[in-house]
């Protein structure tokens, strides 16, 4: 297990938001004052949100998938080409995430919708509709699909 450095930036919380016209969003201060400017967004493969990763995360992950050594040269092409898909941008100078509208239409936003929520995942953020988040809070009171309690990290550790 990697252990977290301490200058490395961290996303936490949860942040309601709403979309301007431009479907941009204001990052939450404290995410503002970790001075990173440039993010690759990618849309979430099993639920609907957007993954925000900064470009140290996005680099991990392109790293990760070129030195893994249980991926076959296809293997890993097809994983970078997947993760290829990810879009650059940068935050404006009053803090500004601009969203492209393919990626809202997926999950949901737009100029009739503008309601997101920016959830911190540490080293990356996600970015939901609010409908999309309570749908997938619900699911995950459920039990999984053997009958069985979903794991939650206060259980993990033992809080």
């Known amino acids: 297990m990697t252990a977290l450095k301490s200058d ?3 996303f936490t919380g949860e942040h309601p938001r709403t979309l301007d016209v431009g479907l941009r969003v204001n990052l939450p201060k404290d ?3 970790l001075k990173i400017t ?11 949100y957007i993954r925000v990763m900064p470009r140290s995360e996005y680099e ?6 070129t030195e893994a050594v249980d991926l076959n040269p296809r293997e890993k092409n097809i994983c970078l ?10 935050l404006d ?14 999950i949901g936003v737009g100029a009739k919708k503008p309601d997101v ?15 999309g988040i309570a749908d997938w809070e619900k699911k995950q009171a459920e ?14 550790l033992g809080l």
């Open 38 to 48: 440039e993010f690759f967004l990618i849309s979430g493969s099993a639920e609907p």
């Open 117 to 131: 929520i920016l959830r911190g995942t540490v080293l990356n953020f996600e970015v939901w509709s609010t409908k």
């Open 143 to 156: 039990p999984d699909e053997h009958g069985n309690p979903r794991m939650n990290v206060t259980e993990f």
């Open 8 to 10: 490395q930036p961290m």
């Open 31 to 33: 995410w503002r004052s």
């Open 81 to 90: 080409r997947e993760l290829g898909k990810c879009l650059r941008t940068q």
């Open 60 to 65: 991990k992950a392109v790293t990760s998938i």
């Open 93 to 106: 100078s009053a803090g500004r995430l601009t969203l492209p509208s393919d990626l809202c239409n997926k």
